[in-house]
């Protein structure tokens, strides 16, 4: 493509209650900078969030923030379920208002993959009574054997979701993302590897997305599906090589589930967006072969991707990670044509606020 002026992914957009300044997104990304003992954000988290608002990204959407002391899955990560928490998330929200920015806040529990020093001296929750593989990201002891969720457990957890994105109105957030993908608790619903059910919850995958359903039902009603975007995927963290059986009848069954709560936004996730998975087709297109509302893409976007996918209607805002933490400055660099600095795991560990 030798267009570099990117009209499309400049150009401004409204999605559900959002008026965004351009059609990109800043993709949740967990940086763990949150107090381990509280969850609470500091001046740093505001600061780095005011940045990429001031930088013209149309939404931006956190890092994943846990609904309970139990859905915690790495050390150092936000919550958004105590006063203190909510508080502190203010400052953040309104420093990306005061630059004319739109946040929404991911709320996320990450189920099995923890470990019960992380997760307030309890087991981990899941479907099932089965072990993740692996060892814990950022605290290297292995996944702990979860407890199978009661159907009481159950419903507990689908209200924390609905508590927290009425405690992310609160804060400030435009709204909230639904972290239901990449192996964490509602994908481990969705998913017959970690999944075993017998009841309602589980089953076939029309079965398995009656927990997902659940939530996204308790969350449109608290706080409105214009606020509510879900983030839904294959892709496990802990077993990044699953891949649905048959991509485009799993894509059906989601979206129908979607259809049946009222879901208007969603956030299919890769972790290359241009690969192909099912009938010469990538995930973005088989999802908008199904789909007529709104998506967010991602998947190690660049920008002359992202132009593209916009303007065949693939896509209705590209969301961008890793290029943002090393590049507060990213729209205005691809913008005017200047080089990136390239991500580098080790250097903007520390460097990226």
């Not at 780095?48 to 013209?56: H, L, N, P, Q, S």
């Not at 692996?134 to 407890?147: A, I, M, N």
């Not at 485009?248 to 972790?271: D, K, L, N, R, W």
């Amino acid at each position: 493509m030798t267009n570099k002026t990117y009209d499309k992914l400049f150009e401004p957009v409204t999605i559900g209650a959002w008026n965004l300044k351009t059609r990109t997104a800043m993709a949740p990304m967990t940086r763990c900078f949150a107090d381990d003992q509280t969850g609470v954000v500091g001046e740093d988290v505001v600061e780095y969030y005011r940045k990429r608002a001031a930088d013209g990204i149309g939404l931006i959407i956190t890092e994943g923030v846990v609904i309970s002391p139990r859905g915690k899955g790495n050390p150092g990560v936000p919550g958004i379920y105590s006063p203190a928490q909510i508080e502190a998330w203010k400052k953040v929200t309104e420093a990306v208002h005061g630059e004319g920015g739109t946040i929404i806040a991911q709320i996320w529990h990450v189920g099995r993959v923890t470990h019960h020093e992380l997760a307030g001296g309890l087991p981990p929750q899941a479907p099932s009574a089965i072990q993740a593989e692996g060892v814990v990201p950022r605290f290297r002891k292995p996944y702990d054997v979860p407890e199978e969720m009661t159907t009481g457990d159950i419903q507990e957890v689908i209200a924390q979701y609905a508590q927290a994105a009425k405690n992310a109105i609160e804060a400030g957030f435009d709204g909230v993302e639904i972290h239901g993908a990449h192996g964490y608790l509602i994908d481990q619903f969705n998913s017959d590897v970690s999944n075993h059910r017998t009841d309602k919850y589980g089953g076939d995958l029309a079965g398995r997305l009656t927990f997902m359903k659940e939530v996204l039902r308790a969350v449109i009603d608290a706080i409105g599906a214009d606020r509510t975007l879900i983030r839904f995927s294959a892709l496990k963290m802990d077993n990044p090589d699953y891949m649905w059986e048959d991509p485009e009848a799993a894509i059906q069954t989601f979206i129908a589930a979607f259809h049946e709560v009222g879901v208007t936004m969603i956030h299919p996730s890769t972790m290359n967006f241009t690969q192909v998975i099912a009938d010469n087709k990538t995930l973005h297109q088989l999802v908008r072969k199904h789909w007529k509302g709104i998506i967010v893409g991602v998947g190690s976007l660049d920008a002359e991707t992202a132009e593209k996918a916009i303007e065949e209607g693939t896509i209705d805002v590209a969301a961008f990670g890793r290029p943002l933490i090393a590049n507060p400055d990213f729209l205005h660099r691809i913008h005017h044509d200047e080089p990136l600095v390239t991500y580098d795991a080790k250097q903007h560990l520390v460097t990226l606020r």
